[in-house]
């Protein structure tokens, strides 16, 4: 599996905020090629070279982690799916539970048993791969200059299941988190999600 890193921190976002977890950040990210919006304000540009970081193997990783839930995240983790599958099965043996992050546009691999998916749908389109369907139990949508709340409805109606996390983009300022919190009030069954861990200086 190609790593870029692995540390423990706080979750910063959406429903699990607060709560410790050891995150792996996998290499490889595919928006920039895929024409997704979300390259203009990515906060881990750092994540999208496949080559970048280091092959790790998963047997090694999976024996090293000593928190309760660990958070795959990228870049885009679904790119490394036959991996991750693998990631996931050493996981489950610990008692490990295994959360992911993902933009939603590779397919979901049907046998991984992840304890918690949160999709983040990006702009232009905020399309979601078919594969998903009944299995995303959290949408997180930034607010940047392009999202509108009409495309939080159309994603609800589609997600009926998904708690709504809304997350004012980070360098957007005061307008965005202003935005923000007019949709939330405007949604009641939305929440706002801030980026706690860089509130607190934390990785
Ligand atoms: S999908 Fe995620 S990692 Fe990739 S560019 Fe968008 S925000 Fe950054």
Redesign the pocket.
């Known amino acids: 599996m190609r790593v870029l890193e692995v540390f423990d921190s706080l979750q910063g976002e959406g429903v699990w905020a607060g709560v410790p977890m050891t995150f792996v950040r996998l290499a490889g990210?595919n928006?920039?090629l895929a024409g997704?919006g979300?390259?203009r304000w990515?906060d881990?540009?750092q994540?999208?070279d496949p080559e970048s970081g280091s092959e790790v193997e998963v047997e090694e990783l999976a024996a090293q982690l000593r928190l309760p839930r660990v958070c795959l995240t990228?870049?885009?983790p679904l790119l490394q799916a036959e991996a991750t599958a693998r990631f996931s099965q050493l996981l489950e043996e610990r008692g490990i539970a295994l959360h992911l992050e993902t933009?939603g546009t590779a397919a979901l691999p049907a046998e991984v048993p992840f304890a918690w998916v949160t999709v983040s749908p990006?702009p232009p389109s905020y399309e979601v791969d078919p594969s998903f369907h009944a299995r995303i139990d959290e949408l997180k949508l930034v607010v940047d200059g392009e999202f509108a709340p009409e495309i939080g409805e159309r994603l609800e109606a589609e997600f009926p299941q998904a708690a709504i996390s809304i997350q004012p983009e980070a360098a957007g300022g005061e307008d965005m988190v202003h935005s923000a919190v007019d949709m939330v009030l405007s949604h009641p069954r939305w929440r706002l999600s801030l980026q706690l861990h860089k509130l607190l200086g934390l990785p």
Do not use: F, I, R
Request: proline fraction near 12%; include cysteine; charged fraction near 10%.
């Open positions: 990210c928006a920039p997704l979300c390259v990515c881990t540009p994540s999208w990228g870049g885009e933009n990006k």
